[in-house]
T-cell receptor, first 109, second 113 residues
Framework: GNSVTQMEGPVTLSEEAFLTINCTYT??????LFWYVQYPGEGLQLLLK?????DKGSNKGFEATYRKETTSFHLEKGSVQVSDSAVYFC????????FGSGTQLTVLP | KAGVTQTPRYLIKTRGQQVTLSCSPI?????VSWYQQTPGQGLQFLFE???????NKGNFPGRFSGRQFSNSRSEMNVSTLELGDSALYLC????????????FGSGTQLSVL
């Protein structure tokens, strides 16, 4: 079946540091890939998506590239802010969304 | 435009009871999906409804059921509650096309004592 393996957290960074959260997947066919973010006490919000190989999703300074050869969709941001502190979920969809375990990010001022 | 609304926000029940959670999707959305979020198991897919029909189902026991009404509002029911059912239950809506993004509600936090 489909699965998503995500970098274990928690991750703690200083403001303006570079962020990478690794995500790899196993799926049949050609799934769409997503990053969702969950702020404390809230539901999930879509951060970015990519629907085919070599697509790059980007939003709010975050980027991720759909790499079919390495079955990866790593999340990156060049300079994190305190307001980026949240839990980040990598996900794929074929018939339904399958999520990774989530990575807690804390950004310190 | 209003987002996905879930009620109630918090719920406390005891073992053996049953519970019904409600979800109102974004206007125009015909697909509603339900997820269970726990610290140990993460986010797990329960089921999806589209135009009043269950279109997809995850690996949960039959105690977990749902339905969707003609106005796309959905309810989820859990019977004979167990301690392990304590979780945040999230509802998400979309137009229903494959690969499109989901819009999530803030969830219902269920505690089973």
């Amino acid at each position: 079946g489909n699965s998503v393996t995500q970098m274990e957290g928690p991750v703690t960074l200083s403001e303006e540091a570079f962020l990478t959260i690794n995500c790899t997947y196993t799926a049949t066919g050609y799934p769409s890939l997503f990053w969702y973010v969950q702020y404390p006490g809230e539901g999930l919000q879509l951060l970015l998506k990519a629907t085919k190989a070599d697509d790059k999703g980007s939003n709010k300074g975050f980027e991720a590239t759909y790499r079919k050869e390495t079955t990866s969709f790593h999340l990156e941001k060049g300079s994190v802010q305190v307001s980026d502190s949240a839990v980040y979920f990598c996900a794929l969809t074929a018939r339904q969304l399958t999520f990774g375990s989530g990575t807690q990010l804390t950004v310190l001022p | 435009k209003a987002g996905v609304t879930q009620t109630p926000r918090y719920l406390i029940k005891t073992r053996g009871q049953q519970v019904t959670l409600s979800c109102s999707p974004i206007s125009g959305h015909r697909s509603v999906s339900w997820y269970q979020q726990t610290p140990g198991q993460g986010l797990q897919f329960l089921f999806e409804y589209f135009s009043e029909t269950q279109r997809n189902k995850g690996n949960f026991p039959g105690r977990f059921s749902g339905r969707q009404f003609s106005n796309s509002r959905s309810e989820m029911n859990v019977s004979t509650l167990e301690l392990g059912d304590s979780a945040l239950y999230l509802c998400a809506s979309s137009f229903g096309d494959k690969g499109e993004k989901l819009f999530f509600g803030s969830g219902t936090q269920l505690s089973v004592l």
